[in-house]
T-cell receptor, first 114, second 112 residues
């Protein structure tokens, strides 16, 4: 099993360009998450999807959109990239229930916006 | 008050010693607690989960949970250079839509 996969691994954008970060998991998890990680800020939740067909905003959703394409895939879109979106983006998935939420992370996408 | 707080500053320990990391959380209804290890340039990796008060041991790692005092700790026994990483504490609660709140992490440096 590959676990959680993300593409691309690295990306450089110019301000105003758009792109979609892809995430897929093969663990049959219901829930999926997008985080960004910045120095000194820790992991911050952008959006999450508790189950197929649902998405909800997290702590820092502005400037992003998401799509839960099916149970396996959860994409993150930047419509008009800004330098403030330079970050490392992690996708995660989990099987939630009974108060448990062990999240497993993908390898990350390192995004630079010039 | 931040949801999850971890000690600031790197922790340097000699090889073979015990590294001790602490984490406090603010939400009393929290049910599940996790420790992640993150190597530089890599993604967080789940190393311990704990759900009830007391100790849980897994190899050289021991997680300790005290819900009354709202803290969770991680002990790394016989520290190895390969344990040099940042350790993230994460807390889940039923009323937060099963979202995890992460601390900012503690860097551990094991000195050979």
């Amino acid at each position: 099993n590959a676990g959680v996969t993300q593409t691309p691994k690295f990306q450089v954008l110019k301000t105003g360009q758009s792109m979609t970060l892809q995430c897929a998991q093969d663990m049959n998890h219901n829930s999926m998450y997008w985080y960004r990680q910045d120095p000194g800020m820790g992991l911050r939740l952008i959006y999450y999807s508790a189950s197929e067909g649902t998405t909800d905003k997290g702590e820092v959703p502005n400037g992003y959109n998401v799509s839960r394409l099916n149970k396996r895939e959860f994409s993150l879109r930047l419509e008009s990239a800004a330098p403030s979106q330079t970050s490392v983006y992690f996708c995660a998935s989990s099987e939630t229930g009974m108060g448990r939420n062990e999240q497993f992370f993908g390898p990350g996408t390192r995004l630079t916006v010039l | 008050q931040k949801e999850v707080e971890q000690n600031s500053g790197p922790l340097s320990v000699p090889e073979g010693a015990i590294a001790s990391l602490n984490c406090t959380y603010s939400d009393r209804v929290s049910q599940s607690f996790f420790w992640y290890r993150q190597y530089s340039g890599k993604s967080p990796e789940l190393i311990m989960s704990i759900y009830s008060n007391g100790d849980k041991e897994d190899g050289r790692f021991t997680a300790q949970l005290n819900k009354a005092s709202q803290y969770v700790s991680l002990l790394i026994r016989d520290s190895q250079p390969s344990d040099s990483a940042t350790y993230l504490c994460a807390v889940n609660n039923l009323y937060g839509n099963n979202r995890l709140a992460f601390g900012k992490g503690n860097q551990v440096v094991v000195i050979p």
